[in-house]
């Protein structure tokens, strides 16, 4: 499966590729910001395109409502990308993910966490017309 993702999506491969890295590099145990920073210099490195901090509005009945949210990144321009550093991923951090989606339009997203002892990564699919979430569990011959 992981020679189908890297043809179907090279842009999500590569961002898994980048964040494998730099918890190879950096392993677990460290803050989510620290993640966040390394995989800023990493995507750098790699050329991937990024928006880091990405400021996303919510609109509302025709206005803009003062709230925002912020991404950690958008890559690609179309890739929105969380960073967290949790035991576990749980639904709250898979609705987080789910409201970024729909406020910005954009239908992909991964949701890495380097709070384990292997990085494990989930990649959504979101469907704006039907409103549905595909999250699809990472291929087990994934290798960079």
Do not use: W
């Not at 961002?15 to 750098?44: F, K």
């Not at 206005?63 to 967290?84: H, M, N, Q, S």
């Not at 949701?111 to 990649?123: D, I």
């Amino acid at each position: 499966m992981g020679e189908e993702l890297k043809e179907n999506d090279p842009e999500t491969y590569a961002v898994i590729g980048a964040a494998m890295e730099v918890h190879r590099e950096l392993r677990h145990g460290m803050a989510e910001a620290v993640y966040r920073d390394a995989l800023a210099v990493e995507c750098a490195m790699r050329k991937i395109p990024f928006e880091r901090e990405k400021r996303l509005s919510i609109l509302y009945k025709g206005g803009t409502l003062p709230t925002i949210y912020r991404a950690d990144f958008v890559c690609f321009g179309t890739l929105l990308v969380e960073c967290k550093s949790l035991p576990r991923i749980g639904s709250a951090e898979y609705s987080q993910v789910v409201n970024y989606l729909r406020i910005t339009n954009l239908t992909r997203a991964i949701v890495l966490n380097f709070g384990t002892f292997s990085l494990t990564y989930k990649r959504l699919i979101y469907d704006p017309a039907r409103s549905t979430l595909d999250i699809q569990p990472p291929p087990d011959d994934l290798s960079f």
